[in-house]
């Protein structure tokens, strides 16, 4: 206890008095400042992250994947003449009068459907491959015919290829059976608990006259 | 001494360490910075989405209310055809709509180049844009056509069989649009029967295709688009009257001082740059190259045969006129652009595992007779006319790009063979297997099926002259062109068919000392189209003169023939991912 200033000089100038010391103000600040930068892009990643994620979402939105769809058809079928029949499920459609004869025939008719487990509706339809292999696979057909019939038998046989129209959906329904006098065929869209409603086929249709 | 040897080192190595954590802080802090960054920076998806979809329908819009002010336009007969081919094709460009500019283009479909007044058959090509996001629609369609003199088209080229005995469709023979023809997308139908118009010696087997085709049948004209349909959905085409199949051309006589007697065979080998009137026979030997130079002219008293394995190109205007039989096995016959080739026959015909018609652009096809060959520059390079009773046999899996003219003889295709052009005969078969693509580049709207054809009086009538025209020769077309003032129309295969009888006449003229060379075919041509076109102008004037209306027929086009196809939409170009 009884130390001399001297003795005290020598302890306060050890090492290990040094170590324990306090941070400088410019190390305080610097290294908030560092925190500060790295909370910031912290915060602008989990934001852009849960932009992205919701964007993402809205894309899903079925106005717009119809709205999309139509314009999809359009492309692939632009001589659309008239819906043939549909079940609900699946539409049968005239796509065009290519074989000149206003009637239908195999290679003139499309198929759309719901894929459920891909979430897609796609538009199927006889490969021209085909028709090139054998001459004797066009056939005419009467309007009254089963169309929907018609599909399943050219899927059993092989014969079909798809074009996805549209996509990320949770359910489709075809609403309207698409015949002569009938309402217009209609496609309602469900994705992400919201519904859309898109009318298929041309403004004026064109029904086969046979 | 410790610490004196530390401040030797420079630092101690507590301190060295401290400026890499700094370091290794600031690049985490840079990396994170910017991977925050970026994707700050991701837009909004649907944002997007939403911006492409209004102004793709925008410039949609544009495009489709433009397409119809552009074929306004062309529908409207005092449209300057010149000018548009003299401005590269533009219709228009920079036409407003709305908040999109649009832009219209016309090609002519069968020459890819820009359109002109002597265009028939055009694509619209038409380009809305908004905010840099462009929507590109296209029509195809047949012009009205300009006032000028009407036409008639005598060789019934818009029919692809035509009988005027029996016409056999065969199992599995097949009757059908060539897909390789720029015009198959105008979707028109494929006619064929027989020129009497019934249908009681048409034999068509079940197995047999026929879709997309209409036979004909003697009745009315269509009179609106609802009837067309109609006549459509039952498979006829309606022509008030029955046909007229004017006869082939017969060659005239060879003359003896034109023989060639120091060679009663001839053989083709080689480059060929002269003309030929063998006594006897003239050969192509077996796996020999021949080429033909320029307009060539050749007259053979007997056959023509091009052997085994031979090749054959022509080059220019080339006519054989075959006083015996035509054979060609297993060889190839080819035509280059520009080039036509004509076989006169007064035998037989018979083509045997062998390609005639243009020169193929793509080699591997070698005999296509799927109906995908390659257009090629269509039907309209290669005639084959007997003139005669005689027989066309095309079989042994031929192909034959062009046309079969033959009113009095038989013409049989066997044996997976296939025409892409047309046939006409008096009895036709089709076997098993074989096919008929009919090119439409060869109906000019022109003929018998059309309304507004020159064939065809105001009051809906026949024209009297065209009974008359017992062959399709020179001087048969320039009877009618004069009595008529209707401009006759034959494929320009025929072109030197049609001159045939007139030569005759322009020998007298050489006689006469007006500077012709025996033997240059060139030049009696040239006499012979200026005569026909001279015939028919005088008859254009003679019948101004008098006032009867000439062009009154160009008011009376044909309004079935006028609508233009929308081909719908190209993708869309300039939208955002």
Redesign the interface.
């Known amino acids: 206890m009884n130390q001399t200033p001297r003795m005290r000089d020598a302890r306060r100038s050890t090492p290990m008095t040094r170590s324990i010391r306090g941070f400088t103000l410019i190390e305080v600040v610097v290294a908030a400042g560092l925190l500060s930068i790295v909370g910031l892009a912290i915060v602008a990643f989990v934001t852009a992250f849960a932009r992205g994620a919701g964007a993402r979402a809205r894309i899903s939105d079925p106005a717009l994947e119809g709205a999309l769809l139509v314009e999809r058809l359009r492309a692939v079928a632009p001589a659309l003449r008239a819906p043939l029949a549909s079940d609900g499920e699946t539409a049968a459609l005239w796509l065009s009068d290519s074989v000149p004869s206003r009637t239908v025939h195999l290679s003139e008719l499309g198929w759309l459907r719901f894929d459920p487990t891909m979430g897609d509706i796609v538009l199927e339809r006889v490969a021209d491959v085909h028709f090139i292999e054998d001459r004797g696979l066009e056939t005419e057909f009467e309007a009254d015919d089963d169309f929907l019939a018609i599909r399943e038998d050219s899927a059993r046989d092989g014969l079909l290829v798809s074009t996805i129209l549209a996509e990320g959906l949770d359910s489709a329904r075809f609403v309207g059976d698409g015949r002569r006098g009938a309402d217009e065929l209609a496609l309602e869209l469900e994705a992400e608990r919201a519904t859309a409603r898109v009318a298929i086929g041309p403004v004026v249709p064109e029904e086969p006259l046979r | 001494m410790r610490s004196a040897m530390i401040s030797t080192n420079g630092r101690s190595p507590t301190r060295a360490h401290r400026g890499s954590a700094i370091l290794l802080?600031?690049v985490?802090?840079g990396v994170?910075?910017l991977?925050?960054?970026s994707?700050?920076?991701?837009r909004?998806?649907?944002v997007a989405?939403?911006r492409n979809?209004a102004h793709?329908a925008a410039a949609r819009a544009a495009a489709a209310g433009a397409m119809e002010v552009a074929v306004d336009i062309l529908e409207d007969p005092s449209t300057d055809l010149a000018a548009i081919s003299n401005s590269g094709g533009v219709l228009f460009d920079g036409l407003a709509v709305g908040g999109a500019s649009a832009k219209a283009r016309v090609h002519d479909l069968l020459t890819g180049l820009a359109a002109d007044d002597s265009s028939e058959v055009v694509e619209i090509v038409v380009e809305g844009t908004s905010s840099g996001i462009s929507q590109t629609a296209r029509a195809v369609g047949r012009l009205p056509r300009a006032p000028r003199a009407p036409t008639a088209d005598l060789d019934c080229s818009e029919f692809a069989l035509l009988a005027t005995g029996t016409l056999v469709f065969e199992s599995?023979a097949?009757l059908a649009v060539w897909s390789g023809s720029p015009l198959a997308i105008l979707?028109?139908?494929v006619a064929y029967g027989l020129a009497s118009g019934s249908t009681a010696q048409i034999a068509v087997s079940p197995?047999a295709?026929l879709?997309?085709t209409v036979a004909l049948s003697i009745g009315g004209f269509a009179t609106d688009a609802e009837m067309h349909?109609?006549h459509?959905?039952d498979?006829m085409v309606r022509v008030p009257v029955a046909i007229h199949v004017p006869l082939a051309a017969v060659p005239t006589e060879r003359d003896d001082q034109d023989r060639d007697s120091s060679a009663p065979d001839t053989l083709l080998d080689g480059y060929i740059a002269y003309d030929a009137m063998p006594e006897g026979d003239m050969r192509v030997p077996a796996r020999a190259a021949a080429t033909l130079r320029g307009v060539r002219d050749f007259d053979i008293a007997g056959n023509l045969r091009i052997e085994r394995g031979a090749q054959l190109r022509v080059e220019g205007e080339t006519r054989f006129v075959v006083r015996g039989n035509l054979v060609i096995e297993s060889a190839t016959v080819e035509v280059a652009a520009g080039a036509t080739l004509s076989f006169i026959v007064l035998g037989d015909a018979s083509i045997d595992g062998a390609y005639v018609g243009g020169e193929r652009s793509i080699p591997e096809e070698i005999r296509d007779a799927?109906?995908?060959a390659a257009y090629d520059g269509g039907a309209s390079r290669v005639l084959v006319s007997l003139a005669g009773r005689g027989r066309v046999s095309i079989s042994e899996g031929s192909v034959v790009k062009g046309e079969i003219y033959a009113p009095e003889a038989a013409v049989a295709v066997a044996t997976r063979s296939a025409v892409y052009g047309r046939v006409l005969g008096r009895d036709i078969r089709l076997g098993a297997g074989c096919?008929v693509f009919y090119d439409p580049a060869l109906d000019d709207r022109s003929g018998w099926t059309a309304r507004a054809s020159g064939l065809w009086t105001p009051t809906g009538t026949l024209r009297a002259e065209v009974q008359q025209i017992a062959r399709l020769d020179g001087e048969s077309l320039e009877r009618f062109a004069v009595e008529t003032g209707v401009v006759p129309e034959v494929s320009p295969s025929f072109g030197s068919l049609t001159v045939l009888a007139i030569e005759e006449i322009d020998k007298g003229e050489q006689d006469r000392g007006d500077g012709g060379v025996a033997g240059d075919a060139r030049q009696p041509r040239e006499r012979a189209s200026v005569r026909v076109a001279r015939g028919i102008l005088r008859a254009i004037e003679a019948q101004r003169a008098s006032g009867r209306g000439v062009f009154s027929r160009a008011e009376d086009v044909d309004n079935l023939a006028r609508a233009f196809?929308?081909?719908?939409?190209d993708?869309m170009k300039g939208a955002e991912e």
């Open positions: 802080a600031l985490a802090v994170a910075t991977l925050g960054l994707l700050a920076a991701t909004d998806a649907n989405a939403s979809l793709a599995d097949c979707a028109e139908p197995n295709s879709h997309g349909d109609e459509l959905a498979k799927t109906g995908r096919a196809i929308s081909l719908g939409f993708p």
